[in-house]
């Protein structure tokens, strides 16, 4: 008789716990008409607060005080993905070109990477050509202070768009005698469209003024453009596109969490709502995002475009 009470107790106990019409979502009316004790349960937020958006870093080299180009810049600035990826180095190749590239054997002089045969498969045609010769024999310091110093710039980064950009680790050089040609210091050869060598730069002192001055004077040739007046229009379309980005990522939060909120209260009006009112956002987002994306190509439309292409050789007789 006592282990059938205590049996019923227990029953009486767990169904006390069992969910009932009160908790529902709270945004939900409740199809309880008994008045109840005591006040419903919370429903979870059917939209809480994003999470930050990830990714977001401090500024390159040069953010708040001035990059190559000598331009000042806020101080405090934060750089979003869009901003770091458009600002970045984009390294297209990473060896001296070669005599026959199939079956790797003899290089050739440097400055015929200008020669579609021996460019790289994503090189642009038209495009005067930047090779950075790097080591990593060195005092670990120096080799971060000078890589920070120039390739993290993004004054640096965005003059590099207009270059083909090849970055070569002179400790995997084989040969002797292009070890020796080349040297064991870090070097930074720039070249015009044509192979003709421009600048030179040898050594670990390399400063990123010095490296854009060069860059810049090279796009004065090449399109009689100057990159310095491009730069401060490009960091604003840039500034855009990373709050635009922010805000994609906050409607693609709100509307995940919305989604797994109706998984549990399916008749959630509010939630409805909230999720029509955000897809409709992120419409407007992407066509803003286009939009801005599009300003940016506008402001480079004068590059050339077309990818290299091997010299045909002449048909013998």
Request: with cysteine; net charge positive.
């Given at each position: 008789?006592?282990?059938?009470?205590?049996?019923?107790l227990?029953?009486?106990?767990?169904?006390?716990?069992?969910?009932?019409?009160?908790?529902?979502?709270?945004?939900?009316?409740?199809?309880?008409?008994?008045?109840?004790?005591?006040?419903?349960?919370?429903?979870?937020?059917?939209?809480?607060?994003?999470?930050?958006?990830?990714?977001?870093?401090?500024?390159?080299?040069?953010?708040?005080?001035?990059?190559?180009?000598?331009?000042?810049?806020?101080?405090?600035?934060?750089?979003?993905?869009?901003?770091?990826?458009?600002?970045?180095?984009?390294?297209?190749?990473?060896?001296?070109p070669?005599?026959?590239?199939?079956?790797?054997?003899?290089?050739?002089?440097?400055?015929?990477?200008?020669?579609?045969?021996?460019?790289?498969?994503?090189?642009?045609?038209?495009?005067?050509?930047?090779?950075?010769?790097?080591?990593e024999?060195?005092?670990?310091?120096?080799?971060d202070?000078?890589?920070?110093r120039?390739?993290?710039?993004?004054d640096?980064?965005?003059?590099?768009?207009?270059?083909?950009?090849?970055?070569?680790?002179?400790?995997?050089?084989?040969?002797?005698?292009?070890?020796?040609?080349?040297?064991?210091?870090?070097?930074?050869?720039?070249?015009?469209?044509?192979?003709k060598m421009?600048?030179?730069?040898?050594?670990?002192?390399?400063?990123?003024?010095?490296?854009?001055?060069?860059?810049?004077?090279?796009?004065?040739?090449?399109?009689?453009?100057?990159?310095?007046?491009?730069?401060?229009?490009?960091?604003?379309?840039?500034?855009?596109?990373?709050?635009?980005?922010?805000?994609?990522?906050?409607?693609?939060?709100?509307?995940?969490?919305?989604?797994?909120?109706?998984?549990v209260?399916?008749?959630?009006?509010?939630?409805?709502?909230?999720i029509?009112?955000?897809?409709?956002?992120?419409?407007?987002?992407?066509?803003?995002?286009?939009?801005?994306?599009?300003?940016?190509?506008?402001?480079?439309?004068?590059?050339?475009?077309?990818?290299?292409?091997?010299?045909?050789?002449?048909?013998?007789?």
């Amino acid at each position: 008789m006592k282990h059938v009470l205590s049996v019923g107790l227990m029953l009486v106990a767990c169904l006390a716990w069992l969910p009932t019409a009160s908790s529902q979502c709270a945004s939900y009316p409740s199809t309880n008409s008994g008045s109840g004790s005591g006040s419903p349960s919370p429903a979870p937020n059917p939209s809480p607060r994003p999470a930050p958006v990830p990714g977001i870093t401090t500024a390159p080299a040069g953010g708040g005080t001035t990059g190559g180009s000598g331009l000042r810049r806020k101080a405090g600035v934060t750089w979003g993905p869009q901003s770091l990826y458009r600002t970045r180095m984009h390294w297209i190749g990473s060896r001296l070109p070669r005599k026959d590239s199939k079956y790797d054997n003899e290089t050739v002089a440097i400055e015929l990477l200008a020669d579609g045969k021996y460019a790289h498969k994503d090189a642009k045609a038209g495009r005067p050509i930047l090779v950075s010769f790097y080591t990593e024999d060195g005092d670990d310091e120096q080799l971060d202070s000078y890589e920070s110093r120039l390739w993290a710039d993004a004054d640096i980064g965005i003059a590099s768009r207009l270059f083909n950009c090849y970055r070569i680790c002179l400790d995997d050089i084989e040969s002797p005698v292009d070890r020796k040609k080349y040297g064991s210091q870090p070097r930074i050869m720039i070249m015009d469209a044509s192979g003709k060598m421009i600048y030179d730069m040898k050594g670990w002192n390399t400063t990123n003024r010095r490296l854009f001055k060069s860059l810049r004077s090279v796009i004065k040739s090449t399109w009689k453009k100057d990159i310095l007046r491009l730069i401060p229009k490009h960091f604003d379309i840039l500034a855009k596109l990373d709050r635009l980005h922010a805000d994609t990522y906050k409607a693609k939060t709100i509307l995940k969490t919305a989604k797994a909120h109706l998984r549990v209260h399916a008749k959630c009006v509010p939630t409805h709502k909230r999720i029509k009112k955000t897809t409709k956002e992120m419409v407007a987002l992407e066509k803003e995002t286009k939009k801005a994306e599009a300003k940016e190509a506008k402001l480079y439309a004068f590059l050339k475009t077309t990818k290299a292409e091997p010299k045909e050789k002449p048909v013998s007789k």
